[in-house]
T-cell receptor, first 113, second 112 residues
Framework: DAMVIQNPRYQVTQFGKPVTLSCSQT?????MYWYQQKSSQAPKLLFHYYDKDFNNEADTPDNFQSRRPNTSFCFLDIRSPGLGDAAMYLC????????????FGQGTRLTVV | DAKTTQPPSMDCAEGRAANLPCNHS???????VYWYRQIHSQGPQYIIHGLKNNETNEMASLIITEDRKSSTLILPHATLRDTAVYYCIVRVAGGANSKLTFGKGITLSVRP
């Protein structure tokens, strides 16, 4: 059973048109992460939520925003997608205690046309 | 977070053990060593983690040196399905700064 679910698996959006990617979890984990992974590169952390507290990485562009309305759901909003934002976007969750593992979803592959 | 260094690639024969090295010379006392792998076009998959003792589970074994500056992931009997990118990550234990930061990883190719 999928524990971290990302929808959709594939998303096509137009240049400059806002797009939202979603992530849900059934694990009741208090930490949720969003990563961007471009072709042949490692996943790059954009931001994460520790409970309701939002933690942005210093080099994450302002074009990327996130919302977490409750424990189970987290959204990634790209306000004005550019061609360079085409990538796989990965969501992950974990508990905050020491030595806990993070679980990843299968990702959403975003294409910008 | 401390950074890790891994060779870019390695290969091994199917059925043989695959030993994947990782250097983390600046690791702090409260940082764990984690291993994940990513098969093409899928999300990363957790393999194993440890603090200072060696660990074993159904997927792999993790050997951490006594000074904790390096570790080795061992896949005891590699199969073709183990071909993937393997990431060694150090992660601080608990708290708001406990995040997974990926390095470049090592590409393991298992040959028939």
């Amino acid at each position: 059973d999928a524990m971290v679910i990302q929808n959709p698996r594939y998303q096509v959006t137009q240049f400059g048109k806002p797009v939202t990617l979603s992530c849900s979890q059934t694990l009741n984990h208090n930490v949720m992460y969003w990563y961007q992974q471009k072709s042949s590169q490692a996943p790059k952390l954009l931001f994460h939520y520790y409970d309701k507290d939002f933690n942005n990485e210093a080099d994450t562009p302002d074009n990327f925003q996130s919302r977490r309305p409750n424990t189970s759901f987290c959204f990634l909003d790209i306000r004005s997608p550019g061609l360079g934002d085409a990538a796989m976007y990965l969501c992950a969750t974990s508990r905050s205690g020491p030595g806990t593992e993070a679980f990843f979803g299968q990702g959403t592959r975003l294409t910008v046309v | 977070d401390a950074k890790t260094t891994q060779p870019p690639s390695m290969d091994c024969a199917e059925g043989r053990a695959a030993n994947l090295p990782c250097n983390h010379s600046t690791i702090s006392g409260n940082e764990y060593v984690y291993w994940y792998r990513q098969i093409h076009s899928q999300g990363p998959q957790y393999i194993i983690h440890g603090l200072k003792n060696n660990e074993t589970n159904e997927m792999a074994s993790l050997i951490i040196t006594e000074d904790r500056k390096s570790s080795t992931l061992i896949l005891p009997h590699a199969t073709l399905r183990d071909t993937a990118v393997y990431y060694c990550i150090v992660r601080v234990a608990g708290g708001a700064n406990s995040k997974l930061t990926f390095g470049k990883g090592i590409t393991l190719s298992v040959r028939p």
